[in-house]
């Protein structure tokens, strides 16, 4: 168990040591992952930038992930999931509309007075504070696919033991402190785990 976000993030910077370049860019994911992403900017002397994905919620069950959507309408659907729920192409297309309307007026918000980095040819850095189903960081990394990125790692602390082999398809490399069979919450493995505000996040990319 980790005691917050911060100690997460130094863990995972110290055991990137022999991969992170100058040439690398963090990219972290709103909100949770601005925290360890900024550790490990400071750590290595190198670009922060934070990327909002919303998480696509099921009908009923919002906090069950289907999917997630990026800022500029890059989205990812879980078929498995969506197939066992059988959901529909009304609710899909719906649920996605209004996810991508928030994930642009947070990235407007967030990134609003911050410099404008290519990521095209660059070494690319997703960071986030867990991984429990993917969604999030697979949609991540097709933005970043489409932003002509030359090398997409994930770094993570924690993630679920059914979900590496899924999502590796996705990375160059696919970092992570722990490996757990069943993680339910990311917020489980964590002593300390608060909402991180816009505030905090802003402070952060300063």
Do not use: H, W
């Amino acid at each position: 168990m980790f005691e917050n976000r911060e100690q997460a993030g130094t863990l995972l910077a110290l055991r990137l040591k022999k991969i992170i370049a100058k040439d690398f860019i963090v990219v972290s994911l709103l909100r949770g992952g601005i925290i360890l992403g900024k550790k490990i900017s400071d750590y290595f002397n190198i670009p922060l930038k934070s990327l909002a994905v919303k998480k696509i919620g099921a009908p009923l069950n919002p906090e069950l992930g289907i999917g997630a959507v990026t800022f500029d309408k890059t989205y990812y659907f879980n078929n498995y999931i969506m197939q066992e729920l059988n959901i529909s192409a009304a609710y899909k297309e719906a649920v996605l509309e209004s996810k991508y309307r928030e994930a642009k007026l947070l990235q407007k918000k967030i990134e609003k007075n911050t410099k404008i980095i290519s990521y095209k040819e660059k070494n690319v850095l997703i960071v986030d504070d867990g991984v429990a189903i993917g969604n999030t960081v697979i949609c991540s990394s097709l933005y970043l696919r489409k932003q002509k990125a030359k090398g997409i790692i994930l770094a993570i602390p924690v993630i679920s033991k059914d979900i590496v082999n899924n999502i590796k398809k996705y990375f160059d490399k696919v970092i992570y402190l722990k490996i757990v069979n069943d993680l339910a919450s990311v917020s489980q493995f964590y002593k300390y785990f608060p909402q991180i505000t816009d505030e905090k996040v802003l402070n952060c990319l300063v």
